[in-house]
């Protein structure tokens, strides 16, 4: 069965440091991928997404993500993060095809002063 | 244009009754999906709508029914509650389970007792 890990629960950091937040699938066919955040309260949101192309995508808010295809990875990057980036954020993998999105289990980032 | 409305935000229900919570999508998409969110699980795929008239069971349907009464309206229904179904439930709907992100309403914040 397909799957999605992420491997970190939970990340504390100080404003401005990097955050690099780890996501493999097992799937290894074409995969469309994405991250998503949720931001205490509120609902999900698209960060970034990738679908073929420049392995290095950028999205919202100064994030990236790396897609490494040899490694099934696709972690997520920002160079300084700030204390309104403390959200869950959740690694979601689409099969190529009719089906529906499989998300990992989440990180949840706290951004400390 | 309002995106994916859920209602109702908050319900209590005591074990053993029913209820539907409702989604609708004003975006002419064709696939709606409902997903649980529980700590440390992560989103979980409940069931999902590919199109108008098919509906497809996800990672954990049991204790659920849906219907995709429309195009824009995709209804979760459970007919007996559980307190194993205390959760947040997410509606969200793409253009087509094909390539394509989802865009995800508020949520429904159920308590079993």
């Known amino acids: 069965a397909q799957s999605v890990s992420q491997h970190n629960h939970h990340v504390i950091l100080s404003e401005a440091a990097s955050l690099e937040l780890g996501c493999n699938y097992s799937?290894?066919?074409?995969?469309?991928l994405f991250w998503y955040v949720q931001y205490p309260g509120q609902h999900l949101q698209l960060l970034l997404k990738?679908?073929?192309?420049?392995?290095l995508v950028k999205g919202i808010k100064g994030f990236e993500a790396e897609f490494i295809k040899s490694k099934f990875s696709f972690n997520l990057r920002k160079p300084s993060v700030q204390w309104s980036d403390t959200a869950e954020y959740f690694c979601?993998?689409?099969?190529?095809?009719?089906?529906?999105?499989?998300f990992g289990k989440g990180t949840r980032l706290s951004v400390i002063a | 244009n309002a995106g994916v409305t859920q209602t109702p935000k908050f319900q209590v229900l005591k074990t053993g009754q029913s209820m539907t919570l409702q989604c609708a999508q004003d975006?002419?998409?064709?696939?709606m999906y409902w997903y649980r969110q529980d700590p440390g699980m992560g989103l979980r795929l409940i069931y999902y709508?590919?199109?108008?008239?098919?509906?497809d069971k996800g990672e954990v349907p049991n204790g659920y029914n849906v219907s995709r009464l429309n195009k824009r309206e995709f209804s979760l229904r459970l007919e007996s509650a559980a307190p194993s179904q205390t959760s947040v439930y997410f509606c969200s709907s793409s253009r087509r389970t094909e390539d394509y992100e989802q865009y995800f309403g508020p949520g429904t914040r159920l308590t079993v007792t």
């Open positions: 799937y290894g066919g074409t995969v469309n």
């Open positions: 990738y679908f073929s192309g420049d392995p």
């Open positions: 975006m002419n998409h064709n696939s």
């Open positions: 979601a993998v689409k099969r190529f095809g009719n089906t529906p999105l499989v």
């Open positions: 709508s590919a199109s108008e008239g098919t509906t």
